[in-house]
């Protein structure tokens, strides 16, 4: 059995080393590309999305609670959902926080939902489109999916995605303070600091997919796909391989960005043990733990919000470029590997914006939020 299982994981990794070295584009300019604004007038906007219905309408999500809708153009008045009575935002990093739609959506008409209640816990749970307006969200179908006690008011996590494979992906902090004191990140029975896998179509409340890697590593609860996070803010999947970049928020000095090839879980990323690749704590060093393939020091912004691998149509000579940005620098960066399997990683785009979160919409182009307030779309320069 375990013969075959690094049968497996080998030929993983070979074929998402195959798929990157197809496709390698040339070094993005810039200077060739401009950030538009498309909708104005958010508080602390933190996350847009299609919902993958084909009604091409986006999804706005603001940290005080609300999720918007702009269907051709035009923002609706009244809010897809409002939670803002049930949610904490009593410190910067509390609030409605992540959003995700299941693939099956146009069918089941469910999402998900990340937040800190009221007494500033983590809960993820799930609501259902009205039957009566698709432009309104059943306020009273919420059914709680997690919930997790946070020790202090930041390194909350908070994103959410469904992967190719159909299940749910949760990024959560460590909890927070400094350097993680409690060493949540490093505890195998600890869900802070980790990346859960959860199959949200079974069991009660979820299921524990049958590939997790607890069933490899039986010192790790079920529900753990990655680990030794601080905070990862954000991940994302790429469209055409299913590999996975995780931006994960450092302490204080380095900023990391992560890769994990598709269907490769139990990694451990090193916090707080590491840094980046540098020496954080006084703990040893452990085997096995995974490198950053980018990281960048506090000369150059203070806080990364990861973005996507670029599959959209209108812009075809991004196909294959990751985007990634700083929070208070508004550095935009690229990256991609080059035939030689190398990351090249370069500086994409100079911005005045608090960049707090990238975006796609349904057909994959690229958006990112300005946490003043506004949302912006990736487009060739006039």
């Not at 009273?140 to 390194?155: C, E, F, G, K």
């Not at 994959?364 to 990736?378: A, D, Q, T």
């Amino acid at each position: 059995m375990r013969r075959l299982f690094l049968l497996s994981l080998l030929m993983t990794l070979l074929l998402a080393t195959t798929v990157q070295a197809q496709d390698v584009p040339n070094t993005p300019l810039g200077s060739q590309y401009r950030l538009v604004e498309v909708a104005s007038g958010f508080n602390r906007p933190l996350f847009v999305t299609g919902a993958g219905d084909a009604s091409s309408r986006l999804f706005i999500m603001d940290q005080f609670g609300h999720i918007w809708i702009m269907q051709d153009g035009a923002l609706l008045p009244q809010p897809f959902l409002d939670v803002s009575g049930v949610i904490s935002t009593d410190a910067n990093e509390r609030g409605l926080l992540g959003l995700a739609f299941h693939p099956n959506y146009a069918e089941n008409g469910q999402f998900y939902i990340y937040y800190t209640d009221v007494s500033g816990d983590t809960v993820v749970a799930r609501y259902l489109v009205s039957a009566s307006d698709p432009n309104l969200a059943d306020p009273a179908s919420a059914t709680y999916v997690l919930r997790a006690d946070q020790p202090y008011p930041n390194h909350n996590g908070g994103h959410m995605s469904f992967g190719p494979d159909g299940y749910l992906y949760i990024g959560t902090g460590d909890g927070g303070s400094q350097g993680d004191p409690q060493r949540r990140a490093q505890n195998p029975n600890d869900l802070l600091g980790k990346i859960l896998r959860l199959d949200v179509d079974n069991g009660n409340a979820y299921a524990i997919p049958a590939d997790n890697p607890a069933l490899t590593n039986s010192g790790l609860p079920g529900e753990i796909w990655a680990l030794g996070l601080r905070n990862p803010w954000r991940f994302s999947f790429d469209r055409l391989t299913g590999d996975l970049y995780i931006a994960d928020v450092g302490q204080n000095q380095w900023e990391e960005i992560n890769f994990q090839p598709a269907g490769v879980g139990g990694l451990n990323y090193g916090w707080n043990i590491m840094e980046g690749t540098r020496r954080y704590s006084g703990e040893p060093v452990i085997d096995g733990l995974t490198d950053p393939f980018f990281e960048y020091n506090h000369s150059n912004g203070c806080s990364v919000t990861g973005g996507y691998v670029y599959r959209g149509q209108a812009l075809p000579a991004l196909q294959g470029v990751y985007f990634f940005a700083d929070y208070c620098s508004g550095l935009i960066w690229s990256s991609y590997r080059d035939t030689a399997g190398v990351w090249q990683t370069n500086l994409f785009m100079d911005t005045d914006y608090s960049i707090s979160s990238f975006g796609e919409d349904e057909s994959g182009e690229l958006y990112i939020l300005n946490h003043g307030g506004s949302v912006l779309r990736l487009e060739a320069a006039a």
